[in-house]
């Protein structure tokens, strides 16, 4: 009788062939991640530099349309952002703004939105928001006074309107500064001395990332800083009538507070603001409050500097998850990605409009 011939077993792989065979595999796979993560980011990139051009458009069409770029108001009051709804596709929001009523209600810290603007602060507008930023793009807050608060949500926002350089008095958006916005500005593109394509009218930032801290003197967040510095005690909110606050202490110059010295005033405050007590950077597009909606050229992009807030005013930077540098729209209408090693005073300048400052080689 013949018998299967077993002589010749079926070919297999052996261990070493297979631990081959996944380490191979594991090489190629470590050397094509880093591909795909950088086709990504440019991805992101490339988005987040057509919000600023749609933004830009928006500008010019609401200047074209009230002979004026939009203005931003006090804490109580809504944003340049929220003006320009109609010109980025948001007309149905905007026909749901009241703009005689005041956008936030109540006193002192126990300031509270606007009921007849609950759920329009919950909006999320997804060309306010830079895709490569990981921050919340809504944040919870609970305000009002103790024993009757309420927990309220708000839409978050990238991209800030320029108050202008920043530098003598000029980051207090309450009074005329050398920017584009300030409060109840009239600025038309024809204000532009410096002309258009040299003078910022935006730029991007990092969103808060929801959750405030205390951190020792000097110890500061991971950067790009998805927190702001509260540095208002040892200042006073008076000063002269041009603008400015006065340094009474904390690091903070004695006398009007101009051009300080940030990372010598940062090493002296601990209290970091993300969104969670109802300050934060890049908080609310809706509400016209300077930590919110805008920006001015004092810190360059990325800045080792944090971004400091004071009565409500400040000190903030553009900044970003793009590696090295931040985006930042001119006033006519071109965007320009803005190196971490900018030079400052050109930086500064290029905030300004009007200054006749020299910005070459930017």
């Known amino acids: 009788m013949l018998t299967p011939d077993h002589s010749h077993s079926r070919p297999a792989f052996t261990l070493i062939e297979l631990l081959v065979v996944i380490a191979i595999i594991a090489t190629l796979v470590a050397l094509l991640l880093p591909a795909v993560q950088q086709a990504r980011e440019a991805a992101r990139r490339s988005t987040c530099s057509n919000n600023l051009k749609q933004l830009g458009l928006a500008l010019h069409n609401y200047e074209s349309t009230f002979s004026a770029l939009p203005f931003t108001g006090v ?147 991971k950067q790009p800083y998805s927190k702001i510095l509260a540095g208002t005690s040892g200042t006073s909110g008076s000063g002269p009538s041009t603008g400015g606050y006065m340094g009474t202490g904390g690091g903070w110059p004695s006398g009007v507070i101009s051009n300080p010295d940030l990372l010598s005033v940062a090493n002296s405050y601990t209290s970091w603001r993300a969104g969670q007590a109802g300050t934060g950077r890049g908080m609310s597009w809706l509400r016209a409050l300077s930590a919110n909606v805008l920006t001015n050229g004092y810190n360059t992009p990325n800045s080792k500097s944090p971004d400091i807030t004071l009565h409500g005013s400040g000190f903030y930077g553009p900044r970003s998850y793009h590696s090295g540098g931040a985006q930042t729209l001119f006033a006519d209408g071109s965007v320009h990605f803005f190196s971490n090693s900018i030079d400052t005073n050109i930086h500064r300048a290029l905030h300004s409009i009007a200054g006749s400052e020299v910005t070459n080689n930017y």
């Open 75 to 221: 804490a109580s009051s809504f944003s340049p952002q929220a003006r320009i709804l109609p010109y980025i596709e948001q007309g149905n929001l905007f026909d749901n703004i009241n703009f005689s009523l005041p956008v936030y209600t109540g006193t002192g810290g126990n300031t509270v939105p606007n009921p007849a603007f609950v759920n329009l602060f919950k909006e999320v507008i997804p060309v306010l928001q830079c895709p490569s930023d990981s921050g919340p793009t809504q944040y919870t807050a609970t305000l009002g006074p103790t024993g009757s608060q309420t927990e309220y949500t708000f839409g978050a926002i990238n991209y800030m309107c320029s108050n202008g350089s920043g530098t003598n008095t000029y980051y207090d958006d309450r009074y005329r500064t050398d920017g584009p916005f300030y409060q109840n500005s009239s600025v038309r593109f024809k204000d532009f001395t410096d002309g258009l394509s040299n003078s910022v009218v935006m730029t991007e930032a990092v969103r808060g990332d929801g959750v405030d801290a205390t951190l020792p003197s000097g110890t500061f967040p």
